[in-house]
């Protein structure tokens, strides 16, 4: 295994809109990071990757880009951006932007020109197809809900729209399509960049002649374009041609990706992306989202088990457990009520001790909650109230019932601004936010918890430091221990002779923990736990939402 930065280093990721409003107008800003670049780097990160700060009109909150090298009025200007790279250069932190090129907005240039006429030379960036009668071109549907396509007047012609309709689809077999991403990749590269998010990256590839799709419910057409036919050339390409060329870092959005197809990105010898984001386990308590399902932790284990050996030795996995469009995990795995401090311990614990490069979305490491919004005029996201309008016209569902989906579910849960104190919006803003501020930032907030020994924060700081103090935690191998247990969630990670165990319960219960035969060591030391420990590490009865981290030598 190659040994490099990207691997050793703990993310940050910073959803701009929502992090810090630096001139009040309830819009977290550029400004706004730059003030609490000092706590992050306290913080003890070593790579931040900033959601989209580029040009847009906003219909997916910068996902939908209509100037890649230019920065969204609301956020400021290239000028603070290029302030606040260099604030964070300053302190050794790493910028890592995030790359959204699957689609652009509808009001990007290239967009506008390629509507005017069926001659315009920006008309094949995009998919342009006509009807087949009255019905549209194919039977694809999008991932925000309802068809793929959008009809268009001016030339009476359907495109592609895999998102929100404001989203058009790029050609990615237009070789000019290609040179323009290269573009935009070597532009911000150029400007002391140092990697990339990619944005649903593993779609950008569509089967020729965009066929129907087989399944007739779910995401009708993935089939033709998940791992598309070009995929991997095309990405090997930009490798190739750019991102090679200098020391930066990818990491790709892969979406119903299995191990198998995640190795051909990652695999080092392939030259393509550095590592992925697959969402197996983010799946475990639904399906495609929407349909709840409880969570079993025995599913969770196979999950993240599978990924975890599949791996090891070839690429390099991702570690995350939240971002911006996933609720709160400490409300959703753990209990954000009596056991909030212990459960969101137990989770971090359960996670970052595993080998791949760990990411922390803004607020994790305060413990943040899902929203608990009760209106649906409370929410902003476009998926979500998509998805509302879906539940209760098309398949007749109860206001209740689709509320309940979207309060344990909705991206907006991990929208709301950054609780930083006491102060009215939590410290965030002077002005209403342009989302409403959790009501529990009382309890929960960066202030309160930096003078709290005990607090999640604290602990959260902890990992990130003995991560940089131990090379195992980083490029130990990994070994899960009883598979078979509902309750507790434990593995070893080895390198040369040590070993490295960690024991994390899922539950309140009072569970027996007797640590197998099978594991010899000489000494063990206590490297983090979420109790005092007084007790022997080869038998205990664990406590509410436990956690114990032990460096083993043999
Ligand atoms: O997300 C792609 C994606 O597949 C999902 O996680 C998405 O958020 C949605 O919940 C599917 O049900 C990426 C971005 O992370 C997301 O914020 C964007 O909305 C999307 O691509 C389009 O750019
Ligand atoms: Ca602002």
Not at 126 to 151: I, L, V
Not at 223 to 251: A, I, Q, R, W
Not at 340 to 365: R, V, W
Request: with cysteine.
């Amino acid at each position: 295994m190659k040994r490099t930065w990207y691997k050793e280093g703990f993310v940050y990721q910073i959803y701009p809109r929502s992090f810090k409003d630096s001139n009040n107008d309830g819009i977290g800003d550029i400004r706004g990071i730059i003030e609490k670049v000092d706590y992050l780097n306290d913080l003890g990160i070593d790579i931040v990757w900033l959601s989209p700060v580029y040009k847009s009109p906003n219909d997916d909150n910068g996902y939908d880009i209509s100037d890649y090298k230019d920065i969204m009025e609301d956020f400021g200007t290239l000028a603070d951006w290029k302030a606040m790279i260099s604030a964070f250069h300053a302190r050794g932190i790493k910028l890592v932007m995030d790359l959204v090129v699957n689609h652009t907005s509808d009001e990007h240039p290239w967009f506008i020109e390629s509507k005017k006429n069926k001659a315009n030379p920006y008309r094949d960036y995009y998919f342009w197809r006509k009807g087949r009668g009255k019905k549209k071109p194919n039977n694809w549907t999008s991932f925000f809900t309802g068809s793929a396509w959008e009809y268009d007047k001016i030339t009476a012609e359907y495109y592609l729209h895999l998102f929100s309709k404001k989203q058009p689809d790029l050609n990615w077999d237009n070789p000019k399509v290609r040179e323009e991403v290269k573009g935009i990749i070597k532009f911000w590269l150029d400007l002391g960049v140092d990697g990339f998010r990619c944005d649903v990256i593993n779609i950008i590839s569509k089967k020729r002649g965009l066929p129907n799709g087989k399944f007739k419910i779910g995401l009708i057409g993935s089939e033709h374009y998940m791992n598309g036919p070009h995929v991997h050339e095309y990405l090997h390409e930009l490798n190739v041609d750019v991102l090679s060329k200098y020391d930066c870092f990818t990491v790709g959005e892969a979406v119903f990706i299995a191990p198998e197809a995640a190795l051909k990105y990652v695999e080092e010898k392939n030259q393509e992306l550095s590592m992925i984001f697959h969402f197996d386990h983010m799946f475990v308590d639904n399906i495609f989202k929407w349909i709840l399902r409880p969570f079993k932790l025995k599913k969770l284990k196979r999950v993240l088990s599978r990924w975890q050996d599949k791996i090891n030795g070839k690429g390099w996995n991702t570690l995350y457990l939240e971002n911006h469009d996933q609720p709160r995990i400490v409300s959703r795995w753990g209990n954000d009520k009596e056991y909030h401090t212990e459960s969101a311990k137990m989770l971090a614990t359960m996670i970052y001790f595993q080998q791949g490069t760990p990411f922390i979305y803004q607020g994790q490491e305060i413990g943040m909650t899902n929203a608990h919004f009760t209106e649906l005029s409370q929410y902003r996201d476009v998926e979500t109230l998509n998805i509302y309008q879906l539940g209760r016209k098309k398949l007749h569902l109860t206001h209740k019932n689709m509320m309940k989906r979207l309060a344990y579910m909705s991206r907006d849960n991990a929208r709301t601004p950054m609780q930083w104190n006491n102060d009215l919006h939590a410290g965030f803003s002077t002005r209403e936010p342009w989302i409403e501020v959790n009501p529990n930032y009382n309890d929960i907030n960066v202030e309160v918890a930096k003078k709290d020994d005990n607090s999640i924060y604290h602990y959260y700081k902890k990992i990130i430091s003995l991560r940089k103090k131990y090379d195992i935690i980083v490029y130990g191998d990994y070994l899960e221990l009883l598979p078979n247990d509902k309750n507790l969630y434990v593995y070893l990670r080895s390198l040369d002779d040590q070993i490295l165990l960690v024991i994390t319960s899922f539950t309140e219960k009072q569970v027996r923990f007797s640590l197998p035969k099978t594991v010899n060591y000489r000494d063990a030391l206590l490297l983090l736990s979420n109790y005092e420990v007084n007790d022997n590490l080869t038998q205990f009865v664990t406590r509410p939402y436990e956690a114990r981290v032990y460096l083993l030598n043999k």
